[in-house]
């Protein structure tokens, strides 16, 4: 297996940052909208299974719809069972502990019912949606039971600072003003803070109370309001590539975009406008983020080795244009059908899932082979998803 290494030495980070980065460990995020990206993020993971990529990996950062994936792979992730000489878990393995859990997830609708809870008094949307979470896939299951390695994080927005909030296994944090236990949070708690989108799907209220919280070094805000209750929206709000949890940790970046989906808005300014104005500022932050990530991919520095390596894919792009040999790909119509589908947790069928699971699959093939695995061969066929 080829050995990944971008450079050690800090660039366009602070060198009082490279303690804690390793130019050799491997990042991987997965970015939000909806269940596209939970469907297409998972036909990605079928690829770097069959890679041997997935236990190479040291950290695992999403947001939105990408967490909801996230979440089930970090639940799944002790049962797999990957060969230690290839790295890769079996397909019944991948298939019964993942992707069917997946299929599951996305077969029903929940933003509707989320949505219409959030209107009544005393509830909080957010809140609803990780009851739903707990009680059709993530079963009870709680952050601290995660496995140690990788790091498993789910990416929130809290609005009380405007920073971004991290879940982990141990500790929750938002480095401007609080770090925090996870005794008493769930799995699907940490889902349903990263996917809490505006304004129907929010805010996530998150009860400190019978955790330990303390502020950390160097916090921005020392308020003792901040350490109590938390009110969190989707990760994306802040950073929709799911990038800031790894880049300034790992020299490997591999980053999945499930693509934003928005259309042209022509007619008068009215609520229904809000979403717009918030894809706008996403479309900012996701322009921005894909231009760093490019820029840390080009640049080299004094040793010789570029600041970052690593590979990144979008939905939507011609797939043509990774200029890689051509196996199996899915026709244009099937990935347009994939770029189009809904940014909703609305229920999709068995056809319309396999249409993004095999579009993630084929983007994530097409950007490993191009950028890091560049003498593997192509695949014969899709992925198996029987």
């Given at each position: 297996?080829?050995?990944?290494?971008?450079?050690?030495?800090?660039?366009?980070?602070?060198?009082?940052?490279?303690?804690?980065?390793?130019?050799?460990?491997?990042?991987?995020?997965?970015?939000?909208?909806?269940?596209?990206?939970?469907?297409?993020?998972?036909?990605?993971?079928?690829?770097?299974?069959?890679?041997?990529?997935?236990?190479?990996?040291?950290?695992?950062?999403?947001?939105?719809?990408?967490?909801?994936?996230?979440?089930?792979?970090?639940?799944?992730?002790?049962?797999?069972?990957?060969?230690?000489?290839?790295?890769?878990?079996?397909?019944?393995?991948?298939?019964?502990?993942?992707?069917?859990?997946?299929?599951?997830?996305?077969?029903?609708?929940?933003?509707?019912?989320?949505?219409?809870?959030?209107?009544?008094?005393?509830?909080?949307?957010?809140?609803?949606?990780?009851?739903?979470?707990?009680?059709?896939?993530?079963?009870?299951?709680?952050?601290?039971?995660?496995?140690?390695?990788?790091?498993?994080?789910?990416?929130?927005?809290?609005?009380?600072?405007?920073?971004?909030?991290?879940?982990?296994?141990?500790?929750?944090?938002?480095?401007?003003?609080?770090?925090?236990?996870?005794?008493?949070?769930?799995?699907?708690?940490?889902?349903?803070?990263?996917?809490?989108?505006?304004?129907?799907?929010?805010?996530?209220?998150?009860?400190?109370?019978?955790?330990?919280?303390i502020v950390p070094d160097g916090a921005r805000?020392?308020?003792?309001?901040?350490?109590?209750?938390?009110?969190?929206?989707?990760?994306?709000?802040?950073?929709?590539?799911?990038?800031?949890?790894?880049?300034?940790?790992?020299?490997?970046?591999?980053?999945?975009?499930?693509?934003?989906?928005?259309?042209?808005?022509?007619?008068?300014?009215?609520?229904?406008?809000?979403?717009?104005?918030?894809?706008?500022?996403?479309?900012?932050?996701?322009?921005?983020?894909?231009?760093?990530?490019?820029?840390?991919?080009?640049?080299?520095?004094?040793?010789?080795?570029?600041?970052?390596?690593?590979?990144?894919?979008?939905?939507?792009?011609d797939i043509t244009k990774?200029?890689?040999?051509?196996?199996?790909?899915?026709?244009?119509?099937?990935?347009?059908?994939?770029?189009?589908?809904?940014?909703?947790?609305?229920?999709?069928?068995?056809?319309?899932?396999?249409?993004?699971?095999?579009?993630?699959?084929?983007?994530?093939?097409?950007?490993?082979?191009?950028?890091?695995?560049?003498?593997?061969?192509?695949?014969?066929?899709?992925?198996?998803?029987?």
């Amino acid at each position: 297996m080829v050995k990944w290494r971008a450079s050690s030495e800090a660039g366009l980070f602070k060198p009082g940052e490279l303690s804690s980065y390793d130019p050799t460990a491997v990042g991987f995020s997965m970015s939000g909208g909806g269940y596209r990206a939970t469907l297409f993020h998972a036909g990605a993971i079928l690829r770097l299974n069959e890679l041997g990529v997935l236990p190479r990996i040291d950290r695992i950062s999403s947001v939105s719809g990408g967490s909801i994936t996230n979440g089930i792979l970090a639940k799944a992730w002790l049962k797999l069972d990957f060969d230690p000489a290839t790295g890769v878990a079996s397909e019944n393995s991948i298939r019964t502990h993942f992707l069917d859990v997946v299929r599951n997830a996305t077969s029903r609708t929940l933003d509707v019912r989320t949505g219409f809870a959030g209107f009544l008094p005393f509830v909080s949307a957010g809140n609803r949606l990780a009851s739903l979470y707990d009680r059709y896939i993530f079963d009870g299951i709680w952050l601290a039971e995660l496995p140690e390695h990788p790091k498993f994080i789910f990416n929130a927005t809290n609005l009380q600072t405007q920073g971004l909030l991290r879940f982990t296994k141990n500790y929750l944090a938002d480095w401007r003003a609080l770090k925090s236990t996870t005794r008493g949070i769930r799995v699907a708690d940490a889902v349903a803070a990263s996917s809490a989108f505006p304004p129907v799907l929010s805010p996530m209220r998150l009860d400190l109370r019978d955790e330990d919280v303390i502020v950390p070094d160097g916090a921005r805000f020392n308020e003792p309001e901040l350490l109590k209750e938390p009110i969190l929206v989707d990760g994306g709000v802040y950073d929709n590539l799911g990038l800031e949890a790894i880049w300034k940790r790992c020299g490997v970046l591999i980053s999945s975009y499930a693509g934003l989906n928005s259309a042209a808005e022509p007619s008068n300014f009215n609520f229904d406008h809000m979403l717009p104005v918030i894809y706008s500022f996403l479309a900012s932050s996701i322009d921005w983020r894909e231009r760093m990530l490019v820029s840390l991919f080009q640049h080299k520095l004094a040793d010789g080795l570029c600041e970052r390596i690593g590979a990144y894919w979008t939905a939507g792009t011609d797939i043509t244009k990774y200029k890689v040999p051509v196996g199996w790909v899915p026709s244009s119509d099937e990935l347009n059908q994939a770029a189009n589908t809904p940014t909703r947790l609305e229920a999709l069928n068995r056809q319309e899932q396999d249409v993004v699971i095999r579009a993630g699959y084929a983007y994530a093939d097409a950007g490993m082979r191009r950028y890091l695995l560049t003498e593997v061969e192509p695949p014969a066929g899709p992925p198996v998803l029987a």
